[in-house]
């Protein structure tokens, strides 16, 4: 049975996580645009905080946000060339299967199969995460794992 | 990566203005030592005495959600009027009161502790009978000792029969102190 983790209050979850994020947002934004980014992704997480249904892999579900709202920054600002950095780095452990399993699928795909297979996340946690509607999360999730089925079925 | 005071601020602040915080707390210095002050956007919410925020962060979440931030915004009213007050110059408080989570006998029994004038004190029993209950005043006893915002719902007013001071969550000192204060010793 899996043991399900209490929602901390945001203020130990913020506290806990900011400084990773906000060093997420700069290696990936630099310094100036980084402040906004911050911002945003803990209004994200706020926002969606209170229907949160267990606090596990809360972790990974902020820099996800974070990693959103980078990519979400870099195509307000048209930097499209900055994208490149943004593919394999950091701080995720956990889902290294699922990770290599889902390499290419389009983001939006991948993030919410990942999060959903390998970090069980329910579809609310994940429209917070990719800043979609929970439909659009499911959509997501579901188009990923066809995606993947037809790659690995002969 | 350390996150600047000022990034912080803003980010609560942000947060705060957006209606996003469940409990917006902070803390507050008085006469009394350091209080923990929480506000949601019903009203006060909490006051305690000698904050520990592993403990109080945990309760707060309880009332109200777990969006939880310390917000020194949330709780300007509270400060301003708790600062009135200590200085002597505010008799009553204009806050609304979030009471959520409270049984109906505790909320009807602070509403009616609510109503006890600056400078008097009152009884146990005195306040049962008010609220049709004549002889719960040891259950009154219990909610003055579990009363979540003291000072503004002023349980320091309520005595023994006897006169005696009887008790005081907050430490019987805080509760002669407060009597001083309002020259109700």
Same mark, same amino acid.
């Given at each position: 049975m899996m043991h399900e983790v209490s929602i901390p209050p945001f203020e130990l979850f913020y506290e806990e996580h900011r400084s990773q994020v906000l060093g997420l947002l700069r290696r990936r934004l630099g310094a100036a645009r980084a402040e906004d980014a911050f911002q945003e992704t803990f209004l994200r997480a706020l926002q969606a905080y209170g229907r949160l249904e267990h606090g596990e892999h809360l972790r990974a579900w902020v820099l996800t946000i974070a990693r959103n709202v980078a990519v979400d920054t870099l195509r307000r600002t048209r930097s499209?060339? @900055?994208?490149? @950095?943004?593919?394999a780095d950091d701080d995720l452990p956990a889902y290294e299967e699922l990770a290599e399993l889902t390499d290419g699928l389009p983001r939006k795909e991948r993030a919410a199969v990942v999060l959903r297979y390998g970090y069980d996340l329910s579809y609310d946690q994940i429209a917070a995460a990719l800043g979609s509607s929970e439909d659009a999360a499911r959509q997501a999730a579901s188009a990923g794992v066809r995606r993947l089925r037809r790659r690995i079925t002969p | 990566m350390t996150v600047s005071p000022d990034l912080d601020r803003r980010f609560r602040e942000a947060a705060h203005a957006l209606g996003l915080v469940d409990l917006g707390f902070d803390v507050v210095e008085s006469p009394m030592g350091d209080l923990l002050v929480a506000a949601s956007d019903r009203g006060l919410a909490s006051i305690w005495y000698d904050p520990d925020p592993e403990r109080d962060l945990e309760r707060l979440a309880r009332i109200?959600?777990?969006?939880?931030l310390r917000s020194p915004r949330s709780v300007d009213d509270a400060r301003r009027e708790l600062d009135e007050y200590f200085a002597g110059r505010r008799r009553a408080f204009d806050l609304p009161l979030d009471l959520r989570a409270l049984p109906s006998f505790t909320v009807s029994v602070l509403r009616e502790l609510a109503r006890v004038p600056y400078g008097e004190t009152t009884t146990y029993g005195a306040l049962a009978a008010r609220v049709g209950r004549p002889r719960a005043a040891r259950a009154v006893g219990t909610v003055m000792n579990r009363n979540r915002i003291p000072i503004v719902l002023p349980c320091h007013r309520v005595v023994g029969a006897s006169g005696d001071l009887v008790g005081y969550a907050g430490g019987l000192e805080r509760k002669v102190r407060l009597l001083e204060l309002e020259g109700a010793l």
């Amino acid at each position: 049975m899996m043991h399900e983790v209490s929602i901390p209050p945001f203020e130990l979850f913020y506290e806990e996580h900011r400084s990773q994020v906000l060093g997420l947002l700069r290696r990936r934004l630099g310094a100036a645009r980084a402040e906004d980014a911050f911002q945003e992704t803990f209004l994200r997480a706020l926002q969606a905080y209170g229907r949160l249904e267990h606090g596990e892999h809360l972790r990974a579900w902020v820099l996800t946000i974070a990693r959103n709202v980078a990519v979400d920054t870099l195509r307000r600002t048209r930097s499209q060339h @900055e994208l490149v @950095e943004t593919g394999a780095d950091d701080d995720l452990p956990a889902y290294e299967e699922l990770a290599e399993l889902t390499d290419g699928l389009p983001r939006k795909e991948r993030a919410a199969v990942v999060l959903r297979y390998g970090y069980d996340l329910s579809y609310d946690q994940i429209a917070a995460a990719l800043g979609s509607s929970e439909d659009a999360a499911r959509q997501a999730a579901s188009a990923g794992v066809r995606r993947l089925r037809r790659r690995i079925t002969p | 990566m350390t996150v600047s005071p000022d990034l912080d601020r803003r980010f609560r602040e942000a947060a705060h203005a957006l209606g996003l915080v469940d409990l917006g707390f902070d803390v507050v210095e008085s006469p009394m030592g350091d209080l923990l002050v929480a506000a949601s956007d019903r009203g006060l919410a909490s006051i305690w005495y000698d904050p520990d925020p592993e403990r109080d962060l945990e309760r707060l979440a309880r009332i109200a959600g777990p969006r939880v931030l310390r917000s020194p915004r949330s709780v300007d009213d509270a400060r301003r009027e708790l600062d009135e007050y200590f200085a002597g110059r505010r008799r009553a408080f204009d806050l609304p009161l979030d009471l959520r989570a409270l049984p109906s006998f505790t909320v009807s029994v602070l509403r009616e502790l609510a109503r006890v004038p600056y400078g008097e004190t009152t009884t146990y029993g005195a306040l049962a009978a008010r609220v049709g209950r004549p002889r719960a005043a040891r259950a009154v006893g219990t909610v003055m000792n579990r009363n979540r915002i003291p000072i503004v719902l002023p349980c320091h007013r309520v005595v023994g029969a006897s006169g005696d001071l009887v008790g005081y969550a907050g430490g019987l000192e805080r509760k002669v102190r407060l009597l001083e204060l309002e020259g109700a010793l």
